[in-house]
C-alpha cells in the first residue's frame, strides 16, 4: 500500500512540475488550489523527496509569485 501511494505522489509531483516549468497554471490566489498551493505542494515534495529539482523549483517559483 504504502508504495502504491508513494507512486501516486510522484506521479502527482511530475504533472505539477511539468505545469509550472511549461507555464500552464491558472492565476489564482487560493491556498488549496492555483499558483499558491502548487508551490505548497511543491515544497513539501521536495522536502520528502530530497530532488534537487523539485528544491529549485520551489525556490524560483517563490520568487515568481512574490513578485
Known amino acids: 500500500m504504502k508504495d502504491k501511494v508513494t507512486q501516486k505522489l510522484h506521479q502527482i509531483a511530475n504533472s505539477v512540475y ?3 516549468t511549461n507555464n500552464e497554471t ?3 490566489q487560493g491556498l488549496y488550489s492555483g499558483d499558491f498551493g502548487n508551490l505548497l505542494f511543491l515544497f513539501y515534495y ?3 523527496s530530497k530532488d534537487k529539482r ?3 523549483l520551489t525556490d524560483k517559483y517563490t520568487e515568481e509569485l512574490l513578485n
Do not use: A, G, P, Y
Open 18 to 20: 511539468e505545469r509550472v
Open 26 to 28: 491558472e492565476i489564482s
Open 46 to 48: 521536495s522536502e520528502f
Open 54 to 56: 523539485f528544491e529549485e
